[in-house]
């Protein structure tokens, strides 16, 4: 593998638990492991529709992906993951649901609360200064020709245009659909998702991405140490 190795910090569910499971499932991969994982019954067809979120595996966008600053290791990385984690309490986020965002399905809240989206902008800001600036091309692919004029401000000063007011909380679980597509998926899913337990967010993960390999989790920390 070559090339700079990029680096997120996600939301991963507990390895083992059942939204991790499903996830796993609906995206064919698990990012904790490595592994191909057998798509649930009925819905073999998913291949041909998480392409793209495959790559990542099942989380929620905490920090996105980033090279790190010249002078910065991993091992850096890792200390301040830990030092954020130690002292924060579990967020709890409630139900989840699965819903049209945008082009793409996702597992979204079904109401979020205000700690969520202050924990994920603490994120944002604590791991800003271990971020390499966007080249040019890494600027083209977030389209920023495509974001609303706020959208290009927070792209230019984070790397990524979805943070503080425009964050979401979202667990992707197909590509950008077509219009006629995304209900038939979205029913699909729900009834593959059915009841679960309120989720809450536990602990922080590192991810690492060599080359165009799939990202992979380095430690997933949990909070209170």
Excluded at 13 to 40: C, M, Q, W
Excluded at 74 to 82: G, I, T, W
Excluded at 94 to 113: N, S
Aim: aromatic letters at 8%; proline letters at 9%.
């Amino acid at each position: 593998m070559t090339g700079t190795p990029r680096y997120a910090l996600y939301f991963t569910p507990k390895p083992g638990s059942a939204l991790a499971r499903f996830g796993n499932a609906v995206l064919g991969y698990d990012n904790h492991t490595g592994a191909e994982i057998s798509r649930p019954e009925g819905l073999a067809d998913l291949a041909g529709v998480t392409e793209s979120p495959s790559v990542y595996g099942f989380h929620a966008t905490l920090k996105a992906p980033m090279r790190l600053r010249a002078g910065v290791t991993e091992a850096d990385l890792l200390d301040a993951a830990a030092s954020l984690a130690k002292d924060h309490p579990p967020v709890s986020v409630g139900l989840l649901r699965v819903a049209t965002l945008g082009a793409f399905t996702a597992l979204v809240p079904v109401a979020a609360p205000p700690e969520l989206g202050l924990f994920a902008a603490e994120c944002v800001a604590a791991f800003e200064p271990f971020r390499a600036p966007l080249t040019e091309a890494e600027t083209a692919r977030r389209r920023p020709e495509r974001l609303s004029p706020r959208g290009r401000a927070l792209l230019a000063r984070w790397g990524y245009p979805h943070v503080f007011e425009e964050f979401r909380f979202h667990m992707t679980l197909t590509d950008a659909l077509p219009e006629e597509a995304r209900a038939p998926w979205r029913e699909r899913l729900a009834a593959a998702y059915g009841e679960t337990e309120p989720l809450t967010l536990d602990a922080l993960s590192v991810l690492r991405q060599d080359g165009t390999a799939p990202f992979r989790v380095v430690q997933r920390i949990a909070f209170g140490g």
